[in-house]
């Protein structure tokens, strides 16, 4: 069956950096995409970068930020998202989602199901 796992989460300080974890199961990048998400406390869930090929083509959302790379691992089924100088608006739950690999655009719209998210904290 198909599944989500989204690890790596935690608390660090404006600046710092995070290496989130999405580790799926059930497919492949062949046929399905992986698509990584942000909500920040109540707001929407917001796609940031979202991978639907197995050579590493992507499609940004309207989250997508300039300091965020999605990366996916050459040899496990396992797509990351790493995260670097960390801001404020940064904080809240990430999620992977997949979605068929002739999505339109990398959004709720067509993503999901889901991973259960992992969070991320950021203060000084």
């Known amino acids: 069956q198909v599944q989500l796992v989204e690890s790596g989460g935690g608390s660090v300080q404006p600046g710092g950096s995070l290496r989130l974890v999405c580790t799926y199961s059930?497919?492949?990048?062949?046929?399905?995409?992986i698509g990584w998400f942000h909500q920040a406390p109540g707001k929407e869930r917001e796609g940031i970068s979202c991978i639907g090929h197995k050579d590493g083509s992507i499609k940004n959302g309207d989250a997508a930020k300039g300091r965020f790379t999605v990366v996916q691992d050459g040899k496990k089924d396992i797509v990351y998202l790493q995260m670097n100088n960390l801001e404020y608006e940064d904080a809240g739950a990430y999620y992977c989602?997949?979605?068929?690999?002739?999505?339109?655009?990398?959004?709720?719209?067509?993503?999901?199901?889901w991973g259960q998210g992992t969070q991320v904290t950021v203060s000084s």
């Open positions: 059930g497919f492949t990048l062949d046929k399905y995409a």
């Open positions: 989602g997949v979605a068929a690999k002739n999505f339109r655009e990398c959004s709720t719209t067509y993503f999901g199901p």
